[in-house]
């Protein structure tokens, strides 16, 4: 881990493929969220991605990146590492009979550049990014990123989290990949700290604990990559962006009144509600109740007073 910065989570890419059809990955399907496309498709949500860049150049992401922004030491906004284009589809590749569907396909996506080419950064680049996502009005910020450090050491970070939360901004973090305790950004009360499952919901041997709030699947996930690819890819990183592109669908359905087109953002789901409708979405695993290495469980739309 970097000890003065920000950087990935240490992954390994499984495999390189080129996909042939349009897929709908396995953690999608776990957690049910097809069902819901027909409700919505996160039309009208605002999603940063702090990342390594924008992968708009990939034919699944062209049409899903609004706006992209470098407050890296990178010369370039562009993703060069891949992992930022991984992200990007897993919240929002969109549905156009090629790759993969992201989760949220009409969400509009703003690549926020935090770390460089080599998928190292600073938490003043973080803190600048999450600056300028509160002026733009964005609804959600995914972390996938992580640094070692107490909530305290960082009070110029500390506090623009906490101005997001209070904006009514839900930041969502990987908690990690070492298989200790939550990192930052996760560590902070005001983010929702997110754990890796694999496909049998335990946790995946390397995802952090301690303060964790909710869990995803993360292993072998199948997504966008650099130079207009498709690969697998495990980690928290991956886990992370399905929650925020989950609560994508939630804001989604909450922008409008019932028979209205209009805007309602005053007043609309704040973080704390958001959280509430998550814990009500979520699969209890592990130690009954909210627990260290599952948070509240994997959410996953369902059948609420059904399902189990």
């Known amino acids: 881990m970097n000890k003065t910065g920000i950087e990935i989570p240490k992954y390994e890419v499984k495999k390189v493929l080129s996909a042939l059809s349009e897929t709908i990955d396995w953690g999608i399907q ?8 027909k409700e919505t498709q996160g039309e009208g949500i605002r999603l940063g991605i702090c990342d390594t860049g924008s992968g708009e150049t990939h034919p699944d992401l062209k049409e899903a990146i609004n706006w992209a922004q470098n407050f890296s030491a990178s010369n370039t906004y562009l993703d060069i590492d891949g992992h ?8 929002g590749a969109r549905c156009n009979q090629i790759g993969i569907i992201g989760v949220a396909p009409k969400s509009e996506l703003y690549s926020l550049k935090v770390l460089n080419d080599d998928g190292k950064g600073e938490f ?3 803190t600048k990014a999450i600056e300028w996502a509160l002026a733009n009005n964005l609804d ?9 450090g107490n909530i305290d050491d960082y009070p110029d970070l500390k506090n623009v989290i906490e101005q997001a939360y209070k904006q009514g901004i839900c930041i969502v973090a990987a908690s990690g990949n070492e298989n200790k305790i939550s990192n930052l950004p996760s560590l902070y009360p005001q983010v929702l700290a997110i754990a890796a499952l694999d496909k049998n919901k335990n946790k995946a041997g390397f995802s952090n604990y301690g303060k964790i709030d909710f869990s995803a699947p993360g292993v072998n996930i199948y ?10 890819l495990s980690g928290t990183s991956f886990a992370s962006p399905l929650i925020a592109s989950f609560i994508a ?5 909450h922008l409008t009144k019932p028979n209205s087109k209009t805007p309602i953002r005053e007043g609309e789901l704040r973080v704390p509600d958001i959280i509430e409708h ?6 209890d695993l592990g130690a009954s109740g909210k627990d260290t290495y599952f948070g509240w469980g994997m959410v996953r739309f369902k059948e609420i007073e059904n399902e189990t």
């Open 124 to 126: 003043e680049y973080l």
């Open 278 to 283: 998550l814990k009500r979405f979520a699969i």
């Open 84 to 91: 930022g284009s991984f992200t990007q589809g897993i919240l």
């Open 249 to 253: 669908l939630l804001l989604s359905k």
């Open 30 to 37: 776990l957690m049910n969220i097809p069902s819901w496309w």
């Open 223 to 232: 997504s966008t990559y650099k130079d207009g690819g498709y690969c697998c």
């Open 140 to 148: 959600i910020i995914n972390c996938s990123l992580g640094g070692s």
